[in-house]
């Protein structure tokens, strides 16, 4: 009867859980939380994203095609105070930081974002909050209000192992020479590295390190950990994570297949650049399968012209058909890095594109055959997700980790010999030679010997595993469902 539907559906509003995810911008960490937020709300939970102004213009087309779906996804801002830190106004993202100066005023910016963020908290009440590892007072501040907070890092539990144990046992200590290589002691596989590899904030002080100490007690706190990655990508370091650590983290990725629509992607480009994207899927249309090798570092990287020039060189000298995303250290200087002739003689082989690329989607084109990578997190697991072995060309960051667990533990690429930092706004000069990228590039696309069999075998497999772990009865969606069941039990 309808008195009988009218009661069940009160009970289930009552029951219904209300989540705020609180993503940090920078597109590395801002992407995979508004799919987690997306994630969310496909299984009827009410999902408010916490996003500062700018950002939600572009964030409100994004979800608008989830709302007309029916989904209760919602957007509450807060400002973020720029100018109050002597940032320029408008600046929102870590893309607009364009000199090192500018780093320690942003971060104070984020962290002004405590007051305004507690205020929603009482206002709204939600049942748990999901925010970015940048926030480690969100724990604190949900927690005045009986909430419980989880974590988003943005990396893997394959990082989250070493950097533990890096910061533990320090074996890098009694190693005088940076560029030999030492063991990282007790983890479930051998992973070698440099000292000039491990982060400054574990080898010394460094700006973050009172924030990473910050981070790691929050975690402590915190309700636990959810990670972009899948159960069966890493099975050994979630154990450990879990059983030495004590961490409770849930695999729920990889979360660029809960955007299969690509709206997400659809809003970046509207935003940026249409054309160019558009024109790279065609492009790639008239290639062979697996003869175009993708090269992009990410969001935030930017390289200096001599860095550029090598690259181009090398592209060339390799004779492989490519697509070279583009960000650079300083627009004035705008075309000086392409070698004379250059664009006329690639015409047809090579593609650059200097705005937003559609990243998912170039990957998963059957025509993409490699993916040099700066491993950011999110490129590296959309490239074993779209089945592409890798050229590793590490720069910040956790970056270094990624490397190792392509390398060393997955075997799905191979290193172009980035030995040391190169920080994302402060560039050093070209460190990587055209012999080594030239060299990289055709052993990963033109020999068909056996070691390269194998790698394009695993990483094949691997993306069908990372497809049927978001797959009903996938990995990471019974995980996902566990989370849920649990946090509306506690609320019951
Ligand atoms: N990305 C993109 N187009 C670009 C550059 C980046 O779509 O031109 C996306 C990419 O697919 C990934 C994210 O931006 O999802 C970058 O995250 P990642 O962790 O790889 O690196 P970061 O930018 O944080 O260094």
Request: with cysteine.
């Amino acid at each position: 009867s309808s008195h009988t539907n009218l009661t069940t559906f009160i009970e289930e509003m009552k029951h219904q859980l209300h989540v705020f995810i609180f993503p940090a911008t920078a597109q590395g960490h801002w992407i995979p939380m508004i799919n987690i937020a997306k994630l969310f709300a496909a299984r009827g939970v009410k999902t408010t994203i916490i996003s500062t102004p700018l950002h939600a213009i572009t964030l409100s087309k994004t979800i608008n095609h989830d709302r007309l779906s029916g989904l209760d996804i919602n957007i509450q801002t807060i400002p973020f105070p720029a100018v109050e830190v002597g940032l320029p106004e408008g600046t929102e993202s870590v893309n607009q930081l364009i000199s090192p100066d500018m780093i320690p005023k942003f971060f104070l910016a984020v962290s002004m974002l405590h007051q305004p963020f507690e205020k929603l908290l009482e206002e709204y009440r939600p049942d748990i909050v999901v925010a970015d590892m940048f926030f480690p007072w969100a724990t604190e501040a949900a927690a005045k209000f009986g909430i419980p907070r989880l974590i988003f890092h943005g990396i893997n539990i394959f990082c989250q192992c070493v950097d533990e144990n890096l910061r533990i046992n320090k074996p890098f200590e009694s190693i005088t020479d940076d560029k030999e290589s030492f063991l990282v002691p007790d983890l479930p596989d051998k992973i070698e590295m440099t000292k000039s590899q491990v982060p400054q904030h574990i080898i010394g002080d460094s700006m973050f390190s009172a924030l990473m100490e910050k981070i790691r007690e929050s975690e402590q706190k915190s309700y636990g950990v959810l990670v972009n990655s899948f159960y069966e990508l890493e099975p050994a370091y979630a154990d450990h994570y879990k059983n030495a650590m004590g961490i409770r983290a849930w695999q729920i990725g990889p979360l660029s297949l809960q955007n299969s629509d690509s709206t997400l992607d659809k809003a970046e480009r509207r935003n940026e650049s249409t054309t160019e994207e558009h024109s790279a899927l065609k492009w790639l249309d008239s290639k062979k399968p697996n003869s175009v090798i993708y090269v992009s570092f990410g969001s935030m990287s930017k390289l200096p012209n001599d860095q550029l020039t090598e690259i181009a060189t090398g592209l060339e000298d390799s004779g492989c058909s490519f697509i070279w995303v583009v960000r650079k250290t300083n627009s004035e200087e705008e075309e000086k890095f392409l070698p004379e002739g250059f664009e006329e003689r690639m015409e047809g082989k090579g593609l650059i594109i200097r705005e937003w690329a559609p990243q998912v989607l170039i990957l998963d084109h059957p025509a993409v055959g490699g993916f040099m990578t700066h491993c950011g997190w999110n490129s590296i697991l959309e490239g074993i997700t779209a089945g592409v072995p890798m050229i590793t060309w590490p720069m910040f960051a956790e970056q270094f980790y990624n490397e190792k667990l392509v390398t060393q533990v997955l075997k799905i690429g191979s290193q172009v010999g980035a030995g040391e930092w190169n920080g994302w706004i402060e560039t050093a000069n070209a460190s990587v030679k055209k012999e080594h990228i030239s060299k990289a590039v055709t052993q990963l696309m033109s020999d068909d010997g056996e070691e390269n069999k194998d790698m394009r075998k695993r990483v094949t497999e691997l993306g069908e595993k990372a497809k049927r772990a978001v797959k009903e009865d996938g990995s990471s969606y019974v995980q996902f469902t566990a989370l849920i069941e649990e946090l509306k039990m506690s609320k019951k």
